[in-house]
């Protein structure tokens, strides 16, 4: 059982990968080239050092994205480095294909509706390849790097990478192409966050009552779910109460909340979203055990 699970995610993470990959091409072969839009990446990083070096793009290219491989591969291991190669020799496959299908592009006079449309796709295509445990290649290495050793949100490098080799290409293109690319990697950072966390978010309810006891046999019977007592005591009247901790899912949160009401309408109730929750029950499953008096 757990090798046919096992099986069937990597089966569904190649799938993305390949989905991914294949949304980011059409992006590009849809919006971005048909409208001359520019963006970061090792392209954009490439163009800066022609510029600067008169190195060419192509040996730029070639060099750079082998080098950012090799980091993946140290920093992020063996299994991210094979999921970056499928990428490396799938996108340009698809991108190919989709070249040569009549009526792909999309020129419009309104690059704000192509912005818009590029951004979209390429975040959702990043993210979708990124949740698979891989990446698209070249630039988007560092990011996840910087993720994994210092704890730096990937959304956030990417975008401070990509502003930063757009703003270098203002020493030789039209600013205004620039200000639309660095337009364009907000869009799809922005994105990207979104998908990187969709999904993960959960609600978190601290709830402060005498009646606590019964509120967390409540959860655990009615809702299924687990919680957590903490210490607390109440800032004016001094009572010892543990504070009952417990996270759910939007949907259970207004079910939630009734039963807290109705079984003690003084309840003091605390709500928050929280990003990411990791453990039984979510990203692990249930184990039912004989509580231990």
């Known amino acids: ?34 409208n001359g839009l520019i963006t970061g990446g090792s392209t954009g990083l490439a163009l800066v050092a022609r510029h600067l070096w008169g190195v060419p793009v192509e040996g730029f290219v070639a060099v750079f994205n ?8 140290w920093a992020l291991g063996g299994r991210f480095a094979l999921t970056t190669l499928v990428s490396s020799f799938w996108y ?16 419009t006079e309104d690059k704000l509706l192509a912005v818009a449309f590029a951004g979209g796709m390429i975040g959702v295509s990043i993210g979708v390849v990124i949740r698979a ?18 704890g730096i949100p990937v959304s956030l490098s990417i975008y401070a990478f990509d502003f ?24 799809y950072t922005l994105v990207l966050d979104k998908v990187l966390l969709l999904g993960s978010s959960r609600t978190q309810v601290k709830v402060v009552s005498a009646r606590y006891e019964e509120i967390r046999q409540l959860i655990l019977r009615e809702l299924d779910r687990g919680c957590t007592l903490m210490e607390a005591e109440t800032g004016f009247c001094g009572n010892r109460w543990p504070m009952v901790l417990t996270v759910v899912s939007g949907r259970e949160l207004p079910r939630l909340t009734r039963i807290i009401q109705e079984l003690d309408p003084d309840a003091f109730l605390v709500v928050s979203r929280v990003t990411e929750v990791r453990g039984r029950g979510f990203t692990l499953g249930k184990v039912y055990r004989q509580r231990e008096e």
């Open 133 to 150: 445990g891989a990446s698209t290649g070249g630039m988007d290495i560092p990011p996840l790097v910087l993720q994994r050793k210092a």
């Open 1 to 34: 059982m757990e090798k046919r699970d096992n099986w069937r995610k990597q089966a569904g993470d190649l799938t993305a990968i390949l989905l991914g990959n294949a949304l980011y091409a059409l992006a590009v072969a849809a919006f971005v080239l048909p």
């Open 164 to 187: 930063a080799i757009l703003l270098g290409q203002m020493a030789f293109a039209r600013r205004e192409e620039v200000l639309y690319g660095i337009l364009l990697v907000l869009v």
């Open 66 to 73: 082998p080098a950012m491989f090799l980091l993946g591969l």
């Open 92 to 107: 340009p496959v698809i991108f190919g294909l989709l070249q040569r299908v009549p009526g792909i592009a999309f020129p």
